[in-house]
């Protein structure tokens, strides 16, 4: 069964609109991580946020903020006034205290701002 | 402090060859895992190693193997190449363990042909 689901394929905005990426997670472990990371056109996956399992205080970083709610296991993302250069594809992951060491992987969402 | 790195950062093999790929942690980091990623199948995990001992695999046929050396740094080593076996190859290192973030390089992509 798929661990985490991100329902949006593709997005595309204009330059300073807000994105926002939407993903659900499934564990039955109460101590778990979650993650989101970007890979631009590049390949490197990039560490954007980080997301501990008991800490559900929502928080902004720079143009970054995140919504966790353990109630319906959604870690969405967004981006505030998006730029051309946050084009790339987004994926959430997960990483559970009983599957150690591993991240499962949303199928992403690939984000394109256009000019 | 360096990032992760991998090389070589292109392969192009045949079918039924081997191929070997390598990975340098960052500094200070103990754990290193592989992950496949391909279109079809995105993401999937390989398999992890820390202080030389794999703890986790994922679900891949024998032909997947890796190893980790006394500085951290991990080979891969796929045999007898298949075409689907054609992906981008990531590395990633941690500190330790799951509850540590996982830092990627910029991946080693091969084609089989």
């Known amino acids: 069964a798929q661990k985490v689901t991100q329902a949006q394929t593709e997005i595309s905005v204009v330059e300073k609109e807000d994105v926002t990426l939407d993903c659900v997670y499934e564990t039955r472990d109460t101590t778990y991580y979650l993650f989101w990371y970007k890979q631009p056109p590049s390949g490197e996956l990039v560490f954007l946020i980080r997301r501990n399992s008991f800490d559900e205080q929502n928080e902004i970083s720079g143009r970054y903020s995140w919504n966790f709610q353990k109630s319906t296991s959604s870690f969405n993302f967004t981006i505030t006034a998006s730029q051309v250069v946050d084009s790339a594809v987004y994926f959430c992951?997960?990483?559970?205290?009983?599957?150690?060491?591993?991240?499962?992987f949303g199928a992403g969402t690939t984000v394109t701002v256009r000019a | 402090k360096a990032g992760v790195t991998q090389t070589p950062r292109y392969l192009i093999k045949t079918r039924g060859q081997q191929v070997t790929l390598s990975c340098s942690p960052i500094?200070?980091?103990?754990?290193v895992s592989w992950y496949q990623q391909t279109p079809g199948q995105g993401l999937q995990f390989l398999f992890e190693?820390?202080?030389?001992?794999?703890?986790n695999k994922g679900n891949f046929p024998g032909r997947f193997s890796g190893r980790q050396f006394s500085n951290s740094r991990s080979e891969m080593n796929v045999s007898t190449l298949e075409l689907g076996d054609s992906a981008l190859y990531l590395c990633?290192?941690?500190?330790?363990?799951?509850?540590?973030?996982?830092?990627f390089g910029p991946g080693t992509r091969l084609t089989v042909l």
């Open positions: 190693y820390f202080s030389e001992t794999q703890r």
């Open positions: 992951a997960l990483s559970e205290g009983s599957d150690d060491y591993k991240l499962s």
């Open positions: 500094s200070g980091h103990r754990s």
């Open positions: 990633a290192s941690s500190l330790a363990g799951s509850a540590d973030t996982q830092y």
